[in-house]
């Protein structure tokens, strides 16, 4: 089966920095769409960021500007860059991508992974 796997979770400071990476099991040049999405206790999961294969990219309007998403298809790897991290940024990160050429189910989710900015 297909994984995906997010690291670079941690501790942040307020004004910091965080980059997060998700390493998958498959090549991801020919994905769809790939993203970040967050969670935190009691909330529904909220769009971070998305990436299509085209390169048109969506960032949520709370990250826009301090977020980057991007990819890198030598090591089948998707990334987001997260700079000037505010507290409200606290949450489970989790990794997303949609293609066809992995087969069934198309739709793949990370298991996360946990950011905290705090002083």
């Known amino acids: 089966q297909v994984q995906l796997v997010e690291s670079g979770g941690g501790l942040a400071q307020p004004g910091g920095s965080l980059t997060l990476s998700c390493t998958t099991s498959?090549?991801?040049?020919?994905?769809?769409?790939m993203g970040w999405y967050r969670q935190t206790p009691g909330k529904e999961r909220e769009l971070v960021a998305t990436l299509t294969t085209g390169g048109a990219s969506n960032y949520a309007d709370s990250v826009k500007g301090r977020f980057t998403i991007s990819r890198d298809n030598a090591r089948n790897t998707m990334i987001l860059q997260m700079n000037s991290l505010k507290p409200e940024d606290t949450a489970v990160y989790y990794c997303?991508?949609?293609?066809?050429?992995?087969?069934?189910?198309?739709?793949?989710w990370g298991q996360g992974t946990q950011v905290t900015v705090s002083s």
């Open positions: 498959r090549s991801i040049t020919y994905i769809t769409t």
């Open positions: 997303y991508a949609r293609t066809m050429a992995w087969g069934p189910p198309y739709n793949y």
